[in-house]
């Protein structure tokens, strides 16, 4: 399939110059692109790759003299980040399949699956559950007992969703993904060590209890997952104990992230890759954690917050602030703070001179 220049302009909601009937095929960057992809030189920085290609058009940045690059046509795009987004999704393969089940696939009894929807080979659906209109799942996934998963949706192979879990419309679940696994949630008959370095604070040593033995809290709140949610591969978001466990809509999460049991994540957030969050915790609207950000058991992050990279976050959060550091403070006082350790060694020096 091949777009006019104009056409993709357009569904950029960008400016298109020069040649605009002219048909590329796909995108690539700007030294290898042949004279059939659209080339991506979206910043300066790539300006003098062009001419080590053989693109006739390019994504270029607002006031670029795209014809002194020796191109026909150019789009003009004045965020590139967005423009990169549209572009992929119109030039993406989608995963179209033919309605219906694979006959190697196992259906409980009572599931309903629309007929427009997609069920892939050695994939299982529990008792009960449902499946939406056009939603794929391309195979070797499962689908526990009373589960629900609106239409639309995109379920990539090796995922696994637990019982009586919802699923709002347009999710994508990239594979291995587990929703709905049972919350890393247990008490001792005695006081366990855990709670008594908490209690303390690490003032008071510890001996072993006299009943050490871990009792499981079963979890029976499942999870819910609003429209137009995207989960990374491998990650895990655990069932509710009492409650369940709600992921807000538009939120988008990385790869390896863990959400754990009764956590709330509001709409439109973006959870980085490795970070994890632990049971209980409430974290508003439009929130973003950095990569590798830990967010402990039980505190609320409030709305437009973001942390840096690695960031612990120990204590509740008020809305606005951008965190960072471990324990988080606001990233102001992190680079302050940073700042002054650099220089430790110099003053150190200096005093010892003296």
């Known amino acids: 399939m091949t777009h006019s220049i104009e056409d993709i302009a357009a569904a950029l909601g960008a400016e298109a110059l020069g040649a605009v009937s002219l048909r590329v095929s796909g995108a690539a960057e700007p030294q290898s692109a042949g004279p059939h992809d659209l080339a991506l ?17 390019a994504v270029v940045w607002p006031g670029a003299d795209w014809q002194a690059l020796g191109l026909e046509a150019a789009i003009v795009a004045p965020r590139a980040r967005l423009a990169m987004a549209r572009l992929t999704q119109m030039l993406d393969r989608p995963y179209g399949r ?110 072993a209890p006299q009943d050490a033995r871990w009792h499981r809290i079963h979890s029976l709140g499942g999870v819910e997952i609003g429209d137009d949610v995207e989960v990374g591969a491998n990650s895990a978001i655990d069932a509710g104990t009492i409650r369940a466990t709600r992921i807000g809509r538009g939120t988008k999460i990385d790869n390896l992230v863990q959400v754990g049991h009764n956590v709330i994540v509001g709409e439109d957030c973006l959870l980085c890759g490795t970070t994890g969050i632990a049971g209980s ?65 110099r003053l150190l020096k200096r005093l010892g001179k003296g």
Do not use: W
Not at 154 to 182: F, S, T, W, Y
Not at 313 to 342: C, D, F, Q, W
């Open 41 to 57: 030189a979206m910043s300066p920085a790539y300006g003098d790759a062009i001419g080590q290609g053989q693109a006739r058009a």
């Open 98 to 207: 033919e309605a219906g089940i694979h006959p190697t696939a196992v259906i409980g009894e009572g599931a309903e699956i629309d007929p427009t929807a997609h069920v892939g080979p050695l994939s299982i659906i529990g008792a009960g559950a449902k499946i939406g209109a056009g939603t794929v799942l391309t195979g070797q996934s499962t689908v526990g007992e009373g589960a629900e998963i609106g239409a639309d949706g995109l379920i990539h192979a090796g995922v696994r969703i637990g019982r009586d879990v919802r699923i709002g419309a347009r999710v994508i679940l990239q594979p291995n993904v587990v929703i709905g696994g049972d919350g890393f949630s247990f008490v001792s008959e005695a006081v366990s060590n855990a709670e008594r370095a908490r209690d303390s604070l690490g003032d008071e040593p510890l001996a």
């Open 281 to 345: 915790t409430v974290i508003g609207n439009r929130v973003v954690l950095g990569g590798m950000t830990g967010v402990v058991d039980n505190i609320r992050i409030g709305d437009d917050v973001v942390t840096g990279a690695g960031t612990l976050v120990i204590s509740n959060v008020p809305a606005g602030r951008i965190m960072m550091g471990s324990p988080a403070v606001k990233m102001s006082t992190h680079i302050e703070s940073y700042k002054a350790l650099r220089r430790l060694p």
